[in-house]
């Protein structure tokens, strides 16, 4: 008699998953017609595995028992090569017609009983989450588990898997269906997780699969400019650092966020722009302001040409919009104050101060402050009217001449704001009133007859049209000797700006 039992099984797959318990059922069946057989089921790794409802079981002639194989609940599944092994021992029980567990135990504990080994079913863990411990996992187990988990994988999960996979093993599973363009449940798809997960390999190999994402956010975040290398090299001309995600962001955006200076740099130099905002209205500036990172938020405002401090998001109802330096507050980092607070003292003290506030901030050198549209301090106080502030920054310095992002000098501002004081103010002080300053003027009209022989033009110098506002204000306008000193001063300015009408 070779076997007391007939174990319907010849091997054991457990489809893992992490912190639960795994189980598979094992079908015992005596083939003794005469008497009964105790059955005890061990493992090689009592500590890994135990069985439901006992691992001992008395069987009546040719009756059956099914036991149950208990994976205790572990996060990783717990690998072993060799695998391991369930063990059928019997023994023939002809005294016992009942046992109980604790009977049955001291039965087999006996000296000299002739034990039967009737089975030993190697244990595999199969499935998805098993798939994915193993491909974290470059050692020899890999090589010799990964064929049988692969066959109990369904394609998705073939798929998922991708991003963890690495030389032979991103082969293997593309060789078995796996989708190089598959997404996951958040919609990312499994080249931008192989990029976050670090993996060159994959990313390699499911570029040379037919993946047509190009995760270069994700590459930028990390901080991979070996990645970001790889997928140019497969992208052609494409302009990558202008590509924008879901959210409006670009690879500038990512890599501020994280503080990833090499891929930061790439990025900027390659012809990101560090002034692009996204659709909430945050600059790459706003996310190294939130993230708290210094070298990330100098590098970016090094490579602005206007002072991105002063740049506002664009919130929801109801919130208040922010500048970089807000965000820095909002989270606690100190270390950023310093070099997020934003300057343009002297451009609020001009657009809102007072006269002693504008010579204070003029002297203190902070006259050739500009916004955001290149306006200095001079642009806003001729374009309200405010003479007085114009005077104090000439005194501390302005430049009378300075352009904007449009072209405006200061007196364009104050000649189409209709503030015919400061525009005379401006030119008694040097401001040219040359074909430089061209504007459409709505007071020419008086003058362009007498000025073009019968015809009206459509733009005129500035010249002309500081001359056509004083034929207009200067019978209505009165001028204070102590801002011009005289009152032949306006028509002596008349005078020298016609003079100037056709100066280049």
Known sequence: MDRLVKVE????ELNFRPLERCSAAIKVTSLIHTMPVAVKLTTTRPTVYSFSPDFVALLQPLSSAVFTLVLLPTASPPFAAPPDFVLV????????????????????????LPIFRDGSLPVHLIGPHALRSLLLDSGFLQDMLLPRIIKSCSLPELSAALPFANGNAISALLDAGADPNAVDEGGKSVISLAVSAGSADAVEALLEAGASD????????????????????????????????????????????????????????????????????????????????????????????FDLRRTLTREGKGRRKRTPFDLAVEKGHAHLYDLLRPGGEVIRAARCGSPEDTAAAAAAGKAAERDQNGWTALHVAALKGRAEIVRELINGGAELEAVDDSGYTPLRCAVEAGHTEVALLLVRNGARAGLKGLVKSKYAAATASSICG?????????????????????????????????????HELKGRIFDLKFDN
Not at 9 to 12: Q, R, S, Y
Not at 89 to 112: H, K, Y
Not at 464 to 489: C, M, R
């Open 89 to 112: 021992s019997t023994l023939l029980a002809p005294a016992l017609r009942r046992a109980n567990s604790a009977s049955l135990r001291r039965f087999f504990s006996q000296p000299a």
């Open 454 to 490: 019968g015809h009206k033009p459509v733009w005129e110098s500035c010249a002309a049209a500081v001359s056509s506002a004083i034929l207009k204000y200067e019978n209505h306008f009165s001028f204070k000797k102590q801002s011009f000193g005289s009152d032949n001063f306006v």
């Open 214 to 305: 190009r995760p270069f956010h994700e590459a930028a975040g990390e901080n991979r400019t070996d990645l970001m290398a790889v997928l140019l090299a497969w992208s052609g001309s494409d302009p990558w650092f202008d590509r924008v995600d879901a959210y409006g962001r670009t690879p500038v955006h990512c890599a501020a966020e994280r503080g990833a200076l090499d891929a930061l740099h790439l990025s900027l130099t390659s012809g990101g722009d560090p002034h692009r905002t996204d659709s909430s209205g945050r600059t790459p500036l706003h996310y190294s302001a939130a993230g708290g990172h210094f070298n990330a938020a100098e590098l970016i405002m090094n490579s602005s040409d």
């Open 9 to 12: 099984a010849t091997e054991l």
